[in-house]
Structure formats: structure tokens, C-alpha cells
């Protein structure tokens, strides 16, 4: 997921607009309902992701929201 966020042009907006530029906050909450899961293959999970694990993800699905926000959810 890629995605651009604008923050109002308000003293808190540009207070978080800044939090984030910074690193400061990094958080966001995504919802989505999922199509499913299939597993990636050990070889790629070492290739893409840098660990040899069993991982699994989302083949597709419909996004609802985003939000930035303090702490993830």
C-alpha cells in the first residue's frame, strides 16, 4: 500500500504534518476487507523480506480507510 496523506491547514494539522515529515510518528491504521491469504515461498521471503520464515499475504481485497495516527492499530 502506497499512499499520500494532506493534513487540514490548521495549527494541529501542520503540528502533525511536521510529526511525520520528521519520523517522529510513523503510525497508521488500515482497514480493508481481504480476499484471502496464500503463503510466500521461504525463497522469496529471504529475497524480498530478508527473513527465511513462513510468512502469508493478502492476495487482494477492498480497501476502506486509512488514518495516520499515534499509535497503530
Known sequence: LVQEWYFASTQAGRMAASLYRDKILRGASIGFLSDG??????????RMYGVRK??????????????????PS
Open 54 to 71: 513462513r510468512l502469508k499475504r493478502h492476495i487482494g481485497g477492498e480497501l476502506l480507510e486509512t488514518s495516520a495516527v499515534p499509535v
Open 37 to 46: 491469504l496464500e503463503d510466500v515461498p521461504p525463497d522469496e521471503a529471504e
